[in-house]
DNA sequence: TTTACTTGGTGTTACTTTTACCCGATGTTT
DNA sequence: AAACATCGGGTAAAAGTAACACCAAGTAAA
């Protein structure tokens, strides 16, 4: 046996790189860790898998313990195998990112976490462990999969103004959109529900609130046609 | 120690998904299992990952172990971890895929596998373990990839007609694609390399050979444009 | 040597999509 | 009522994509 058990002096772990959007910015929910190693710094939050528990399984808890959401949008992205990642053993790590809605709950104050707290993706340059590069690679990840399939209104409240909309995806494409353009390529695509209702108390003139209809949305897929927001390739000078 | 050693009964391993082109198919290289579980069946190349082995060095081992190709293109693609995924034990896989050109080398006789062998990846319907759930992520994302980055040349001889370039990415996008548009596209670019070379020992008017030239690649990208070849929208009647 | 056969290689046109661009409308605040 | 701020829409020019047909160059067979 002792050939083969030094296989089985290994374990394995899921980070989770949650996203949110506040209207301005894209924002990752980190936790401030209260353990050796990195005790005191901030790092993505995550945990071993359970020897019983599927990995997507282990990834839906931690977003569960942190805040209490379950159900939402999450994709596995990469892992994570460098042989001294982890200070304590071999410990390869899943990452996954999630998306959830900002407004959707409040970060459980007395979880497995001390402190957590959302960040601006742009402004977190030093993390522990090597979730720097994981967040990278989600961040990446992330902006792919805008780009193709509608996953940016899981980030956004069911009601949204069209500048809204366009805000976010200037932040996920990290570009900037001509407005008229983004109105007609998204409405064309007629995948969003005109609601009745519009903004109340702004300084200006109000906005229409839309919310994203699944189901137009599978019908527009089931016509052959796809989802397809992109970063203009000439950009206004 | 009881609680945590039992995160520690847990492997990982690697499985390779090795792609060639012969030409006319898209090809898989699988080995048949000489030992027990799934003893007999075709399965993907892989193996457990050393206890001091980072896991792309182990998908580099595994793929020079059965071919002796080293620095050949390689990209971790998903991680499979259902619980009862391995009928021994808790392991958790790596996917990746290679590109190999199929005329580099010759299967080796004699490695871990006692038969290696190429299958037409449309062929494949049954495999050991998981594995024909790994071929079809690996499958899709060589998909993915091929559309956005020219990988495909790693498929090929480094020279080739024009011809066979077309029949390797309309195997690769599961598409026809039309003649003219498709040079037009492809020599636009310019990214190939025209060779005085030209197909001899043909019953008909002899194609000239290309290569794929990786400085001028380098180039077109750098002047911001990008590849990009993509299935067409409306498909010829 | 002529003819048939097979694949190589090219240019133009119609159409669709994308880009770039501006101003009146509608509300609030002072 | 005037100033302000965002909303929201159409058009023209440019680029890109799709569709299409024929001659060229070689071999093989009659």
Redesign the interface.
């Known amino acids: 046996m002792g050939e083969v058990d030094?296989?089985?002096?290994?374990?394995?772990s899921v980070d989770n790189v949650i996203f949110g959007f506040d209207g301005g910015d894209l924002k990752v929910l980190l936790i401030q860790r209260g353990a050796a190693p990195f005790q005191g710094k901030w790092a993505l939050p995550g945990d071993?898998?359970?020897?019983?528990?599927?990995?997507d399984a282990a990834a839906e808890r931690v977003l569960a313990q942190l805040t209490g959401l379950r159900g939402v949008y999450l994709e596995?992205v990469?892992?994570?195998?460098?042989?001294n990642r982890h200070p304590l053993?071999?410990v390869?790590t899943?990452a996954y990112f999630s998306l959830v809605k900002i407004a959707d709950f409040k970060v459980a104050p007395a979880s497995f976490a001390q402190t957590a707290q959302w960040f601006s993706v742009e402004k977190v340059h030093d993390l522990a462990f090597d979730h720097i590069e994981i967040l990278a690679a989600c961040r990446y990840q992330l902006q792919l999969k805008a780009k193709m399939e509608p996953v940016g209104f899981e980030l956004l409240p069911p009601k949204f103004t069209l500048t809204k909309l366009q805000n976010l995806y200037e932040c996920l494409l990290q570009t900037k959109l001509e407005k008229r353009n983004f109105r007609k390529k998204i409405l064309s695509m007629d995948i969003l529900q005109e609601l009745e209702e519009i903004q109340e108390g702004v300084a200006h003139r109000p906005a229409r609130y839309y919310g994203f209809d699944r189901e137009r949305y599978d019908q527009y897929i089931a016509e052959g046609l796809s989802f397809d927001i992109r970063e203009p390739k000439r950009q206004t000078a």
Chains 1, 2 share one sequence.
């Open positions: 030094s296989f089985f002096k290994s374990a394995f071993l898998v359970y020897p019983n528990e599927d990995l596995q990469k892992t994570f195998g460098a042989v053993g071999r390869i899943v």
